[in-house]
């Protein structure tokens, strides 16, 4: 397959929310496919399609346990949509910029003398 | 001056990730050990909530941060600190625990360098496998995908020109 046909797929297969959901759950290890259905309320046979088209986009593959055949992510596809780490980057620039503006209020804080306060920031 | 970070995967199994804090290392160390000041701002996914911080910085000492999504979903994280060196250098072994289900271990270093009142720090992560590094940072490109889709839209459109 082509880079650019590689991207089609990876996008075409990214476009629907269930199969989005699916691969946010395989982010944490491999399930079967009815551990993959609980959640959704669909049948296994809808889940099912969906799988098969995340397979084909090469997003996911089939483990070697024979019986569960359990699905598991894989991860260069996305990478390759995304921009290598360009996600996470953003998960802790977030939290860093967050980070910038406490360390800027203990050092007016230590000026004055006091300790800072807590305070709790909705994400 | 905007500090930006630095990101790298020096090999198969590891992450790497370098930010500059115009603050002296003392101020960072303590941003990171006191749970009240961890909470505002370690980064989470959109709409979560982290709902237990609690920390035993000393060798030996266990950590456990639980978060709780929109949906009720819990997401935990817990381990064991191996090293701590206050203020410069802090290793520990994390496991993730998502919806009941456990994920590999995998090795945290965090290193404060100061030099001018300002302060590097470099966390770099070891996972057991590549396997288990990539689906890790697909899990942060979820995140980035929740957030909105103006990265994937630049892909969209550079692979639109190709």
Redesign the interface.
């Known amino acids: 397959m082509k880079a650019?046909d590689r991207?089609?797929a990876t996008?075409a297969a990214?476009a629907d929310p269930t199969r989005?959901a699916i691969?946010?759950?395989?982010?944490?290890?491999q399930l079967s496919v009815s551990g993959l259905c609980k959640p959704f309320a669909m049948s296994q046979p809808a889940v099912s399609k969906h799988l098969r088209v995340l397979e084909r986009a090469g997003l996911i593959s089939r483990g070697r346990d024979a019986q569960r055949r359990p699905r598991?992510?894989?991860?260069?596809p996305?990478?390759e949509?995304?921009?290598?780490?360009?996600?996470?980057?953003?998960?802790?620039?977030?939290?860093?910029r967050?980070?910038?503006?406490?360390?800027?209020e203990?050092?007016t804080q230590?000026k004055k003398g006091g300790a800072?306060r807590?305070?709790?920031?909705?994400? | 001056m905007k500090n930006t970070l630095r990101l790298s995967t020096p090999t198969d199994r590891e992450v790497v990730i370098a930010r500059v804090f115009d603050a002296p290392r003392r101020l960072v160390w303590d941003a990171m050990c006191m749970p009240e000041l961890l909470k505002r701002w370690l980064p989470g996914p959109p709409g979560w909530s982290m709902v237990l911080c609690e920390q035993d910085w000393r060798v030996g000492g266990a950590f456990r941060y639980a978060g709780r999504g929109p949906d009720g979903t819990e997401m935990a994280m817990h381990g064991v600190y191996r090293e701590v060196v206050p203020p410069e250098r802090v290793v520990r072994v994390e496991s993730f625990v998502f919806g009941g289900q456990a994920r590999g271990e995998q090795l945290a270093t965090m290193v404060l360098a100061e030099q001018g009142g300002r302060t590097t720090l470099t966390l770099t992560v070891l996972f057991p496998s590549k396997e288990a590094r990539d689906a890790s940072l697909a899990a942060g490109m979820e995140h980035g995908l929740a957030e909105g889709y103006d990265r994937l839209d630049q892909v969209f459109a550079s692979s639109a020109r190709a």
């Open positions: 650019s991207l089609d996008f990214l989005r691969l946010a759950r395989l982010t944490n290890g598991r992510l894989v991860g260069q996305l990478a949509a995304t921009g290598w780490l360009e996600g996470y980057r953003r998960f802790w620039e977030g939290g860093f967050r980070l910038d503006a406490l360390l800027d203990m050092k230590q800072p807590a305070r709790r920031k909705p994400r």
